[in-house]
């Protein structure tokens, strides 16, 4: 006998209206976003780019709109439905949120987007045109909206200002979560609220409420943001680089670099990132920036609550935070100390990005300074820049790779595996170890993160980390592989690796694969890479499974 599914709602099965229904509320809030970013374009003057957000926001609310509207009487998601809204939903987020890039390379005039290159630069054309790819475009959105921060843009100063701006809103906004944003907004009560919030990647709450927390988040991300725009800003004012800006473009840097930092989505608005500076000063302050976004939130509020910083100490994932800093630091300062001779000098006079600060000869503090930032944006997953990377020493790279895939505390901004699986997979080996000597009747509990937990308990705690971890070592060497044979004979394995973990662990730092000359093979496979690595693999595996086989167990 043929099971006959629920057709109740506009002709559809339930848990088709139900995840059209959801991800139509996704693509109603990004029309928000890109018709807001309307007046961005018309404060600049940017008249072509200004048409790009209008049409690209009417197409987005068309859709996103029509889905709501048709599906409305829906019933709430389940955790099924969670796991696959969040998959499908930043898919088709990235995928219309690439349109402002597209239209605005196709509908400004050439000579137009030659007045946005900066005078005394070393090139005359506008990162703009490369948009006019649309694979390039639906990198740019696919990179921004999940935090990645790799960029087919390679001049970002040539880009207009609104498409700065666009590629900083997604990332701020993609950083906390599309996902949170809605549910914030609709106030949705119940479970279908908390399967949303846990569909990506998200358990702890703040409050029993899931709007109530995702409303505090917001609160507390947005009262970040004002302080780092205001220190950055004033960093760099006194910065040697600020003192040839005029007031309002060091505003503007301070606030971009803000909303990237932040949400360690790691997108600049300066043609090298941050080594565009060479300001210990700016680098300094960046890194406080940095660390806050791979801090969990409920860690953030109850500091503010309580105005206690012990928190940060009792938090497990934050005090291991903490130490992977300071181990890093000393580890990766080491190995670029001892290893700086052996950089050929052929590097010296290249000028530009690599010549900037070039790792020819430095002395060890500037080799310290480097590995602290870089070491710190890594872990962080931001992705900001202030070394030639791609000229350091294997050993390096690979270290820095490991930041990239451990990544910083789940419930924060940031990608990677996250502390607490690492954590979860070294306790569970060192229980299987131990178990090995116990007697089988024998009554076991360990302690996490305040947590008592029975034997059944850590079983499955540890299982499930091992599991994900595996996954996504998996993904890893698969693509590392396929990429060190598209990359071309200059980059190594070691190159292939990094540039794999920092897509998949949504970072952004680059040895320099990445880019718009990129082989189209291995820049789609940085889309998946990204996509993979914001959602944690096991919603891609529920959403590709619901493709083959449906929704039914």
Known sequence: MV???????????SDLATIARDVGSLLTMEAVLMTASI???????????????????????VVGLGARHAFAAAPDPRMKHGMIIAAAGWLLVAVFGALPFFLA??????????????????????????????LHALFESMSGWTGSGLTMAIHEPSLPRAIQWWRSLIQWVGGVGVIVLTVSILARPGSGSYALYRSEAREEKIHPSIVSTVRTVWKIFLGYTLVSVLVLFVAIELSDYGATLPAWRAAWQALNHAMTGLSTGGFSVTDNSIATYDSTLIESVLLPVMALGAIAFPVHYAVLADRDLGELVSDLQTRWLLICFAVGVVVLAAQNVVSVPAVPDAFADTGGWLGAQAFVGPSAADAIRD?????????????????????????????VAGAMVLGGAAGSTVGGIKIIRGYLVGRGIAWQFRRVFLPPSAVVSARLNGRRLAREEMEREFSEAAIVTILWLLILGASSLVLVNLAGPEFSYADAVFEVASAQGNVGLSTGITGPTMNPIAEAMFLLNMWVGR?????ILVFARSLVYGLDP
Not at 107 to 117: D, E, G, H, L, Q
Not at 380 to 391: D, L, N, V, Y
Request: charged content about 15%; hydrophobic content about 50%.
């Open 3 to 13: 099971r006959r599914r629920n057709r109740d709602v506009a002709g559809w099965p």
């Open 39 to 61: 007046l961005i374009a018309l404060g600049f003057g940017e008249w072509y780019v200004a048409l790009a957000f209008a049409l690209a926001g009417s197409v987005t609310a």
């Open 105 to 134: 390379a196709h509908f400004v005039p050439s000579a137009v987007a030659a007045r946005y290159v900066p005078a005394g630069v070393d090139y005359t054309r506008s990162s703009l045109l490369y948009f006019a790819d649309p």
């Open 371 to 399: 590995s602290v930032f870089q070491w710190i944006s890594a872990l962080t997953c931001t992705g900001f820049q202030s070394a030639p990377i791609g000229r350091w020493a294997a050993g390096a790279k690979v270290l």
């Open 535 to 539: 959602l944690e693999i096991i919603p």
